[in-house]
């Protein structure tokens, strides 16, 4: 790996720990594990592009009012978006008592106030000088750089900004890109200034990702059994988010756990139902 110092200071490599747990990718990115999932779902059944903005607790479950496809009904509605992101942007009837509203406010998005950099290449070159990909920076714009190539050989660098929101929202998105461009270039030579194609992601400038409170970089999540809902709610709602694990939340294994703790949830709520 390589590690930037100082301006003016040449980058120094460090061999990489041999015991280090190997990085786990999904064959052909993250969106396949969603389409699985709603495969066998029938089409009718999925909604896109349709905001929930009132839930409201009925007598026989839960009315879920869209942003212009009307309500839906239902005996149970499990909330698989971050607590403090669902606080923000859905009204409650009955209104959420204030235990429950500070919680959520509380608990942080993880990775909300971050922002991430992608220079895609013909060929990960930096491989030929003995080199991962992996760097580290004091000086950034970058602080954290890894080799992102595909298993299918689609070769690319990433970068998280080491820059916070209010710091990103200075500059453009172009500047942002070529600065870390030039870092590249310092870190793995001058064909690193020259990809074939860039993307830039900046979660924070995202409203259904980050909230006011998300703007600034927080704690990561911590695991809590705490209750996330209060009297009023507690049969109606199940929360799904990987905030919400119980093993680790924020990560993508705190999402499995928390959507199979969740699925368990209503199935059992369901079958005591009359």
């Given at each position: 790996m390589l590690f930037e110092h100082a301006t003016g200071q040449t980058p120094q490599r460090?061999?990489?720990?041999?015991?280090?747990?190997?990085?786990?990718?999904?064959?052909?990115?993250?969106?396949?594990?969603?389409?699985?999932?709603?495969?066998?779902?029938?089409?009718?059944?999925?909604?896109?592009?349709t905001p929930i903005t009132h839930?409201?607790?009925t007598k026989e479950g839960v009315d879920l009012v869209t942003d212009g496809r009307g309500s839906i009904s239902a005996r149970q509605a499990v909330l698989a978006v971050p607590p403090r992101l669902a606080q923000a942007l859905i009204h409650f009837s009955p209104a959420l008592d204030?235990?429950?509203?500070?919680?959520?406010?509380?608990?942080?998005?993880?990775m909300a106030p971050h922002a991430k950099f992608f220079a895609l290449y013909e060929r990960p070159f930096w491989r030929d000088a003995g080199l991962s990909g992996h760097a580290r920076s004091a000086m950034g714009p970058m602080t954290e750089i890894h080799d992102a190539t595909t298993a299918s050989g689609q070769a690319a660098l990433?970068?998280?900004?080491g820059l916070s929101a209010s710091q990103r929202r200075q500059f453009s998105s172009e500047t942002i890109?070529?600065?870390?461009?030039?870092?590249?270039?310092?870190?793995?030579?001058?064909?690193?200034?020259?990809?074939?194609?860039?993307?830039?992601?900046?979660?924070?400038?995202?409203?259904?990702?980050?909230?006011?409170?998300?703007?600034?970089?927080?704690e990561h999540p911590y695991p809590a059994s705490a209750p996330w809902l209060g009297e009023d709610w507690q049969d109606r709602l199940v929360?799904?988010?990987?905030?919400?694990?119980?093993?680790?939340?924020?990560?993508?294994?705190?999402?499995?756990?928390?959507?199979?703790?969740?699925?368990?949830?209503?199935?059992?709520?369901?079958?005591?139902?009359?």
């Open positions: 460090y061999p990489t720990m041999a015991a280090a747990p190997p990085s786990i990718r999904v064959a052909g990115g993250m969106s396949t594990i969603v389409s699985a999932l709603a495969k066998p779902l029938p089409a009718q059944c999925i909604l896109l592009d839930i409201a607790s204030e235990a429950t509203v500070r919680r959520w406010r509380q608990t942080p998005t993880w990433f970068g998280f900004l890109a070529q600065a870390c461009l030039l870092q590249l270039a310092r870190l793995f030579g001058p064909e690193a200034a020259s990809p074939r194609a860039t993307l830039f992601k900046d979660w924070a400038a995202d409203p259904l990702t980050a909230t006011e409170l998300d703007q600034r970089g927080s929360l799904a988010a990987s905030e919400t694990s119980l093993t680790e939340p924020g990560y993508l294994a705190g999402a499995v756990e928390a959507g199979q703790r969740s699925a368990g949830t209503v199935i059992r709520r369901l079958e005591r139902a009359p």
